[in-house]
């Protein structure tokens, strides 16, 4: 497709449909504040409260600061709402089109090939759940894409000011989430496969790699150094845990337990997804079946092609600067399976491996490349059924995971007990309630937290424990209500024992979503 009016013209259209797919009715899909987003969300609350926005936020077992930190510029913008706390998310998720779509035309120089992976990361399931939760995890697919788009932008160019852009870039990947840290592997691979490529490789760009690197180094600096020097700790972080390197994970079989962590992870495209409703619509793959095809047939083109045109380059010293498109491809792919199948639990887990969303849907694009650049050769009969089938396959992705995102997702009873759906009811019960009415909260520490962030400023109320029920302790002729967000019947009766005339009363929607409350 050459004619840039109209392929400008339909990258602008996905874009929209992919900004309305994260965007839309975000407020109430999903149902509820997960208590790890409204971690970030308090984290941001008090960072914008005392002007101290860090690197790392060591509460809820560490996570990278500038994702919290872009969420307290939205939440000093918005307040706390749903959407200041999930803005960025829908921000990153649709600029990773873009992204996806100048990488898949710098690597296939095709404006079609960038389209198609347009298309396909902005109807993606995987893509739109994540886009609409507030997990730093959604920058990885974005910081990959455009690095790795000016890197190969770069190599063709010759211009060191491409390189400048990707260092600084890929540079901030460190900022973002655990799983970008295998990502180096990738550039290492790169590397090896552009010396074997290119005759003088090293002679004709040591300037643009010099810059990349500094560029790379100016923007991971502040985290390296407190990586490495003030708070080695944090590196660590929960991964030692869940390791499969850790005894206690493998239990004494390490090889056998990387053997179904890798398996697991692999399959999870095909066959049996993430189980966690959070992080896919289980117990389906991640991929529908027309992708899921095109991934399994792109994939073992890719790896065919790399061990072809290995061979052609040590065998008959030929060299094809199209290895270094599959050594990136199967380099990125693998190297960013790491973080899922070298931990040991909650597998297949499609967060931990959301570094190969952009690999998966590059890699995917191959077959439907072929049958476009073929296309031509047909004969009339052949053109009409491939047309065809061409126009219902992309309307079938087109429609299938938004159709199982926005509505079966979206009504499912499981999908509001994962997100606490309970704690958001709770945070539009209380503002309902007079400001100067006692609001006694009785939860647990996690749970309190989407309550917190939804509500930093609502007067007269109070966070128990429901073991410390008896420090609930007013006035008799003190007006109040006691909100329990699960049934903590010791805490209950407790409470009812020395208030007998306490009013019960249990709240339920239409999916189950339950909290109790206690009032005089």
């Known amino acids: 497709m050459n004619n840039k009016k109209i392929v400008w013209g339909l990258l602008l259209a996905i874009l929209i449909a992919a900004f309305a797919l994260r965007v839309t009715d975000i407020k109430n899909i999903p149902s509820g504040i997960y208590p790890d987003e409204a971690q970030n969300g308090v984290d941001a609350l008090d960072a914008n409260a005392t002007g101290q926005y860090k690197l790392f936020y060591e509460t809820n077992n560490g996570r990278e600061g500038l994702f919290i930190n872009l969420q307290a510029l939205s939440i000093k913008t918005f307040g706390p709402t749903e959407f200041a706390l999930k803005l960025w998310s829908i921000i990153f998720g649709t600029l990773t089109v873009l992204g996806v779509f100048l990488l898949a035309k710098e690597l296939f120089g095709d404006y079609t090939a960038g389209l198609i992976g347009a298309y396909l990361t902005a109807f993606s399931y995987w893509a739109i759940n994540f886009s609409r939760i507030g997990f730093r995890a959604i920058m990885v697919p974005f910081i990959l894409s455009f690095a790795f788009y000016f890197i190969f932008k ?108 890798f398996g697991l992870a ?48 040590f065998k008959k010293n030929e060299r094809d600067e199209k290895l270094d498109v599959h050594v990136l491809l199967l380099s990125w792919f693998f190297a960013l399976l790491i973080p899922e199948f070298l931990a040991n639990e909650g597998n297949p887990h499609a967060l931990r491996s959301i570094g190969t969303l952009p690999a998966v849907i590059l890699i995917s694009i191959i077959p439907f490349l072929w049958v476009f650049k073929k296309y031509d050769r047909f004969g009339h009969a052949y053109k009409t059924i491939t047309a065809t089938l061409l126009i219902g396959a992309f309307i079938f992705i087109g429609l299938a995971d938004p159709i199982k995102y926005f509505v079966f997702f979206a009504n499912s009873p499981k999908q509001h007990e994962v997100f606490d759906a309970n704690l958001r009811n709770v945070s539009d019960f209380i503002r309902t309630l007079p400001q100067n009415e006692n609001k ?81």
């Open 154 to 261: 770069g190599l063709r160019t010759k211009k060191l000011h491409d390189f400048i852009i990707a260092g600084l870039i890929y540079g901030l990947g460190v900022h973002t989430y655990i799983a970008f840290r295998v990502s180096p592997l990738v550039l290492v691979a790169l590397i090896i496969s552009l010396i074997i490529t290119r005759k003088n490789f090293i002679k004709e760009y040591w300037k643009h790699v010099f810059v990349f690197a500094f560029a790379m180094f100016v923007t991971a600096a502040p985290m390296l150094a407190d990586f490495f020097y003030f708070h080695p700790e944090h590196y660590a972080s929960r991964t030692s845990e869940i390791s499969v390197l850790n005894p206690v994970s493998n239990q004494g079989h390490l090889l056998t337990t990387v053997a179904k962590t």
């Open 266 to 313: 692999l399959q999870k495209y095909f066959v049996m997804g993430d189980l966690n409703m959070r992080h896919n619509y289980a117990p389906y793959p991640l991929l529908n079946p027309i992708v899921a095809v095109a991934f399994l047939v792109g994939l073992i083109y890719c790896i065919s092609k790399f061990f072809h045109l290995a061979w052609a380059r």
């Open 440 to 520: 006694y909260i009785v939860t647990g520490s996690m749970e309190r937290l989407t309550i917190k962030y939804l509500n930093p400023t609502l007067p007269n109320t109070s966070y128990y424990y429901p073991g410390e029920i008896d420090n609930v302790t007013p006035a008799n002729d003190d007006k109040f209500v006691a909100v329990f967000t699960g049934w903590d019947w010791d805490a209950i009766n407790s409470l009812r024992t020395r208030f007998p005339n306490l009013s019960f009363e249990e709240h339920r929607d239409k999916f189950g979503d339950t909290f109790i409350t206690l009032s005089n």
